[in-house]
């Protein structure tokens, strides 16, 4: 096979007696055929390429949804310069781990035209906490959300929070007499509730954690990651009403990114660039 380095070298290599042509190819091109009178008829490469047994090179733009998709795809089809570019999404885009299989070597440029994209989105356990995030909701309302997603509640476990609130809602008759927080950082709320024919006042108290340890998934198809939130309340008019404020969020989705770079570079052996 010859290679071409410039038009000289092809018009002194083509010159051939009339009426005949002779066949050189360019590395990994199309044949270039140079004419009787020695000038050069390069053939389209797209469509002789559609004639050949194989294409020229690999060619393909592959979306997956899994990082062990990811892994694999790459481990089978990487070469010397394959890449694997994160997007980490902080601009509010979803994260994403792009490789470019014939990227660049150190010596040898690329087609660029073979690629893996994994796009990252996130869990709907974790959005609908996000959702909730450092928002009241009514002692009726909380008392939903944790029978929703009470399987995500490690300490306390969402029963045992769930039937707390539950418990304290079912005292229609009850006002919020005090709201302490406790030496161990526990909230100690006493109501009032009316009783009997005589309007009998009875006192009862009620303790919630400050602190509450949850398992969340942060992507689609992940492994959940602990996540802290700090129970807040807020009484009004003898009622009272809660949130959950989680603890640095976006903290958990760098971990899970690393994690899952370090996964990554240890199956294929190519350490990605953060981006």
């Not at 360019?26 to 004419?35: L, R």
């Not at 470019?100 to 010596?107: F, K, P």
């Not at 990252?120 to 939903?144: I, R, V």
Request: charge should be negative.
């Amino acid at each position: 096979m010859d290679t071409i380095d410039n038009a000289s070298t092809l018009l002194a290599a083509g010159r051939v007696s009339a009426g005949q042509q002779k066949v050189l190819r360019v590395d990994g091109e199309a044949p270039v055929y140079i004419n009787a009178n020695g000038t050069p008829n390069v053939v389209d490469f797209a469509a002789w390429e559609k004639w050949q047994p194989n294409p020229a090179r690999k060619r393909a733009n592959i979306l997956v949804s899994t990082l062990d998709s990811f892994i694999q795809y790459l481990d089978t089809h990487k070469e010397m310069g394959t890449i694997v570019v994160i997007k980490t999404g902080l601009n509010g885009n979803a994260p994403e781990f792009i490789s470019t299989i014939d990227y660049h070597s150190m010596d040898v440029p690329g087609w660029r035209e073979h690629t893996i994209t994994l796009v990252l989105t996130l869990d709907h356990d974790w959005m609908a906490f996000q959702e909730k995030d450092d928002q009241f909701m009514t002692q009726s309302e909380f008392a939903e959300f944790l029978d929703d997603n009470g399987v995500l509640f490690s300490s306390p476990s969402g029963a045992d929070l769930l039937e707390l609130i539950t418990n304290l809602e079912g005292h229609s008759n009850a006002s919020i007499k005090s709201h302490v927080r406790l030496r161990d950082g526990t909230i100690r709320l006493t109501y009032d509730e009316e009783a009997g024919v005589k309007s009998k006042t009875t006192s009862q108290e009620v303790i919630l954690p400050d602190t509450i340890n949850l398992s969340v998934p942060v992507f689609v198809n992940g492994a959940p990651y602990p996540l802290k939130a700090r129970l807040r309340y807020q009484v009004g008019q003898g009622r009272v009403s809660f949130k959950l404020k989680l603890n640095r969020p976006q903290d958990v989705v760098k971990t899970c990114l690393q994690d899952m770079a370090n996964i990554l570079e240890e199956k294929t052996s190519i350490k990605p660039l953060w981006f």
